[in-house]
């Protein structure tokens, strides 16, 4: 054999390889995990997320609670919540509130798992998140990094008192 004949047969061999681990690579669990929750993601769960607005209310220790209302609306087929659709960020002063994780006093008609409710497909829903408010004065922003195909990053400005 020609040495030209040796290395088309060795340029196939390895060809043939890379094109049998591509195959295996794709049709296994992990990447069929990884296609599907992308799809279902972007495609078939087309969730909305509206920032609506915000309430103060105070924890059993005096200390300043903001809650920021969203509405959720899933335009999809499957049932989703508030968490699964989205990043959620508020700020003030340029630092990360932290979330407020405890039960609220009866008067501040908070609920604590709201954010984590499923909502059918077809169905719009309000659904609340509390932090600790840093600041009394000072206002607040909240960010939204929207899960959906094309809503992308919301964000709105709360004035406080």
Same mark, same amino acid.
């Given at each position: 054999?020609?040495?030209?004949?040796?290395?088309?047969?060795?340029?196939?061999?390895?060809?043939?390889?890379?094109?049998?681990?591509?195959?295996?690579? &794709?049709?296994?669990?992990?990447?069929?995990?990884?296609?599907?929750?992308?799809?279902?993601?972007?495609?078939? %769960?087309?969730? $909305?997320?509206?920032?609506?607005?915000?309430?103060?209310?105070? %924890?059993?220790?005096? $200390?300043?609670?903001?809650?920021?209302?969203?509405? &959720?609306?899933?335009?999809?087929?499957?049932?989703?919540?508030?968490?699964?659709?989205?990043?959620?960020?508020?700020?003030?002063?340029?630092?990360?509130?932290?979330?407020?994780?405890?039960?609220?006093?009866?008067?501040?008609?908070?609920?604590? %798992?709201?954010? &984590?409710?499923?909502?059918?497909?077809?169905?719009?829903?309000?659904?609340?998140?509390?932090?600790? &408010?840093?600041?009394?004065?000072?206002?607040? $922003?909240?960010?939204?990094?929207?899960?959906?195909?094309?809503?992308?990053?919301?964000?709105?400005?709360?004035?406080?008192?």
């Amino acid at each position: 054999m020609k040495k030209g004949h040796i290395a088309l047969i060795v340029i196939a061999s390895i060809l043939v390889f890379i094109f049998a681990g591509v195959i295996t690579v &794709l049709s296994s669990p992990i990447s069929m995990f990884l296609v599907g929750t992308i799809a279902e993601g972007t495609v078939m %769960n087309s969730a $909305e997320i509206e920032i609506d607005s915000c309430r103060l209310c105070q %924890n059993e220790y005096g $200390e300043d609670i903001i809650i920021v209302k969203y509405l &959720l609306k899933n335009n999809g087929k499957t049932p989703t919540h508030l968490l699964y659709e989205g990043d959620f960020c508020v700020y003030q002063n340029g630092v990360s509130l932290t979330e407020y994780t405890d039960e609220l006093p009866r008067e501040c008609n908070y609920d604590l %798992n709201d954010q &984590l409710k499923d909502i059918k497909g077809g169905v719009e829903y309000y659904a609340e998140i509390a932090y600790i &408010l840093e600041y009394p004065d000072k206002n607040v $922003e909240v960010e939204v990094n929207d899960y959906g195909f094309f809503d992308g990053k919301k964000q709105k400005v709360f004035e406080i008192r």
